[in-house]
Each structure stands twice: as structure tokens, then as C-alpha cells.
């Protein structure tokens, strides 16, 4: 079986997720159910590229079968990539700006502290 | 044991003062997060005795809550209750609500809108019962009301929580803190009063939709 750079990647890059995903498991940042939607999808992932056949069903019904089409459909996917990362930099910002207005909200009613909120904050 | 009712609120200066003088024969201490009101939420609340924490800017209903469990735990409380501010929950439901935790049964107590019979819409009902779907969906838990306000917290759950949603996604943020945490978990039924007035200032469909996404979104991603 001849792999293609993307069949060796793509296993890869989900092995590493999949590890990491385990990892925030054992540091109790992701639940269990978090972890197995996870492993379900970065499964899928490694699934397709190294067994591309599971999609004959989906170039079936999709039609997906020109170099030009899977060019959209590889860009698509990276502006949805793009669009998730900007959501989740703008919740950091909003998640921010939150403990901003909490630290002087209970500092002015005598409730400050002076470790205010080095708090467990995802990234 | 030093019980604290945490209430968020905007723009209800016309209910604050009532929901403040009824909790009040039930806790020791009423702590009342106005968050960014433009008018005298503060003031009525105030009035009546409560401890006012005031937000400079609205950041949200789970902002809110997250910021009166932190004040309720530098005051040193054991147990928190939350409820919202317009009326909508009976507060002779409190010592219901309290009982698993004093009981040692249960960590963290839900309140149960649908548990007795209540008059609630329809489309209220439609809308809490997807709210359970997404809960369940990016949780794993099943919780029969878990988009209520009214909640209790004993002292392992007022220890560990630390909410990070603003909106009103934080509902559903705490029951995936339950399952991080192993919470044991109690679910009380309650009675609940709609008027005219609480179903006016409940969420939109569209503002529904916003929230599952962000709610599965973040789930996902975090």
C-alpha cells in the first residue's frame, strides 16, 4: 500500500490530538464526553485519509469528483478553521474583559483581593 | 451553616426589592450583582438590605452569577443559593432546595420547573427541553430542568466551581462542571410564577439558537 504525504499526516496530527485530548482528560479540562466527541472526530479523520474508500459513499451523494471542486471544498475548510480560531481568541478577549469588570466590581464593594483572580483560565 | 442567596440582575428595579425582602428569611446574607443596569436596580436592592456588587459594564447573566459565588465565597459561606431577580421563583421553595445539601446528599441542587404541576407556556416548555437536548449533548448529563436559575450550591461545588461563559450558556457550563468534578447531584421540584412581565424579558428563539451554538462550539473546542 502506497501512503501519500496526507495519508501519513493526517494519522499523525490525529494520534497527536488524540493524546492531547487524553492529557486535558487527566488534568481534568475536559470531561469524559468531551474527550470521546473528540477521539469520534479526529477518528474520522485519520479513517478517511489512510481508507479514502469510506467516502465513496459521500463522493456519491456529494458528486465531489473534479480537482477543482476538492481545491473549494480543501478551502472551505481552512476559512472554517480560520473562523473557529477567531471565535475562540474573541471569547478569550470577552472571558478577559469579564474578570476585568469582577475584579473592580468586588474590589469597590471591600471584597478585593490581593491574588485576584489568577484564576484556571483555559487556553 | 452560612448560607448566601446570590442574585443576578438588569434593569429590575421594579422586582429586586420584593425578591430581596422574601429571600431574606431564609439566608443569612443577600448578595445582589447588578450587572451594568441603567436604573436603580441598585438603589432598591440596597434598600432592602442586600449587598449590592456592582458590574460597570452588562457582561451577562453568567458573569453575574460566577461574580456573587466569588463574593459569597470571600465572605466565607458554606452554602449558596442563586435565583433570579423578577419574581419568577417562589422562595418558600428554599428550604426544599437546601435539603440534599444538609442532608449530605447531594453537592449541587437543581430546581425543577416541570417536577410539579406549574402553568408554564408552551414555547417555554419547547424551548427548556432543547435547551436539555444541547445540555445533554455537549455534557453527557441529563439534568430535567437544567437552563433554571435556581439552583443551590453546597460547599464542595461552591469550592471548585469557576464559570467562563458569560452569557446564559453558564446553565449548561455548570452541569459540565458537574461531571468534571463528580458533583453528586439533587434535583428538586419547585413552583414558578410566569406573568407577563418574566415571559417579556426571557430569551428569543434567535438568541436560543446563539447559545446552543456557542454551547456545542466551546464544547468542541475547548
Redesign the interface.
Known amino acids: 500500500m502506497q501512503l501519500t504525504p496526507y495519508q501519513i499526516l493526517a494519522p499523525l496530527v490525529s494520534f497527536i490530538a488524540i493524546l492531547y485530548a487524553w492529557n486535558l482528560w487527566f488534568r481534568q479540562k475536559k470531561n469524559l464526553w468531551e474527550v470521546i466527541l473528540w477521539i469520534l472526530f479526529w477518528g474520522a479523520v485519520a479513517g478517511i485519509a489512510l481508507f479514502p474508500n469510506i467516502l465513496t459513499y459521500v463522493q456519491f451523494v456529494t458528486g465531489i469528483k473534479s480537482q477543482v471542486n476538492a481545491i473549494l471544498v480543501t478551502s472551505i475548510g481552512i476559512l472554517f478553521f480560520m473562523m473557529f480560531y477567531l471565535i475562540i481568541r474573541l471569547e478569550e478577549l470577552e472571558q478577559r474583559q469579564t474578570r476585568m469588570v469582577r475584579k473592580l466590581a468586588l474590589r469597590e464593594a471591600g471584597l478585593g483581593d490581593e491574588k485576584d483572580f489568577e484564576d484556571k483560565v483555559d487556553h | 451553616m452560612y448560607i448566601v442567596a446570590v442574585i443576578p440582575a438588569y434593569n429590575e428595579e421594579s422586582r429586586v426589592g420584593g425578591v430581596v425582602r422574601c429571600v431574606k428569611k431564609y439566608v443569612r446574607e443577600v448578595i445582589v450583582?447588578d450587572d451594568g443596569s441603567r436604573d436603580a436596580t441598585a438603589e432598591m436592592a440596597r434598600k432592602e438590605g442586600a449587598?449590592?456588587?456592582?458590574?460597570?459594564?452588562n457582561?451577562?447573566a453568567g458573569?453575574a452569577t460566577?461574580?456573587g459565588l466569588?463574593?459569597a465565597r470571600?465572605?466565607g459561606a458554606n452554602v449558596v443559593v442563586t435565583l433570579d431577580a423578577d419574581e419568577q421563583h417562589d422562595v418558600g421553595d428554599i428550604p426544599a432546595l437546601l435539603g440534599p445539601i444538609e442532608r449530605g446528599e447531594a453537592d449541587i441542587v437543581f430546581a425543577n420547573r416541570f417536577g410539579r404541576k406549574n402553568h408554564i407556556p408552551f414555547i417555554r416548555r419547547l424551548f427548556n427541553g432543547l435547551g436539555n437536548i444541547v445540555t445533554f449533548m455537549?455534557?453527557?448529563?441529563w439534568i430535567a430542568d437544567s437552563q433554571c436559575g435556581f439552583k443551590a450550591f453546597g460547599e464542595k461545588a461552591l469550592a471548585e466551581i469557576?464559570l467562563?461563559m458569560?452569557g446564559f450558556e453558564f446553565c449548561t457550563e455548570i452541569v459540565?462542571e458537574t461531571?468534571?468534578?463528580r458533583w453528586r447531584i439533587g434535583e428538586v421540584p419547585i413552583k414558578v410564577v410566569y406573568s407577563e412581565y418574566t415571559l417579556a424579558k426571557g430569551q428569543s428563539f434567535a438568541h436560543g439558537v446563539r447559545t446552543a451554538c456557542k454551547i456545542l462550539?466551546?464544547?468542541?473546542?475547548?
Open positions: 450583582v449587598r449590592v456588587i456592582c458590574h460597570k459594564e457582561s451577562g458573569a460566577m461574580t466569588e463574593a470571600r465572605l455537549a455534557t453527557g448529563r469557576q467562563r458569560s459540565r461531571a468534571r468534578y462550539l466551546r464544547s468542541f473546542l475547548r
